[in-house]
């Protein structure tokens, strides 16, 4: 039975995060969005491929509502984005917290943390922005993508190009695992975008998101889009490591988020 879904917007995206998940020993099944719901008793994790990064804004979120669906409920749910914010980023990341939100249990409050930064490969998030090798995206050759030229490094820009969902940005200096933990509970924006800058920020990113999931419903972790970081799926009864992106925890509140 299923533990995991990943929802990736390219090929490269879904075997580099499948291939996390298996090196711990779990299953994992690379699919089409038609074959999820076919593999999801066999292994316990289903990556799927949605090949979307291309498509219509509206259709790349119908697509990432429909694995979602098919597959709920699982541990945790993973929506990969590209590092350097290519995509259907904005429509995805609203699909998916939306997705998450219609089928978790009432009086659980889901948020999106996103968490775009890969750093090994010179993508870190600073202020808010989005550098390639120490350069914000817009100052980059990025700037000249055929298909997603790109005018800004600034996330929330990015994200608010096809969603109106509300950001809060995180700056360095917050991002500790203590200090992190506290602020995920505050605050009623739908996404929380954390800057990162190497893999101890993104450890923390993760070790605050699980310690705040604890004890809630389905582990605490519904879907979750994440950094290079193990406690997320350890902590929720699932071993392996979450990847970059955007994830949405639910937590026990007072009134439905």
Known sequence: MAQVLVVADDLTGANATGARFARTGMRVATVTPEHVAVVADDYDVVVANLDSRSLPPQHAADLVTDVVEAVWPVSLVVKRV???LRGNIGAEVEAALRAVRDRAPAHTRARALFVPAFPASGRVTVDGVQLLDGVPLERTELAFDPTWPMSTGLVADLLAE??????????????????????????????????????????????????????????????????PARSWPRRCGCAGRAVRGARCWPSRAATPA
């Open 162 to 227: 096809q969603t109106d969902l509300s950001v809060r940005h995180v700056p360095i200096r917050q991002v500790t695992q203590t200090m992190l933990a506290a602020d995920l509970m505050t605050g009623d924006e739908a996404v929380v975008l954390c800057d990162a800058l190497d893999e101890r920020h993104l450890e923390d990113i993760a070790e605050a998101a699980a310690e705040r999931s604890a004890g809630t419903a389905r582990c605490g972790c519904p879907w979750i889009p994440g950094p």
């Open 82 to 84: 590209d590092s350097t």
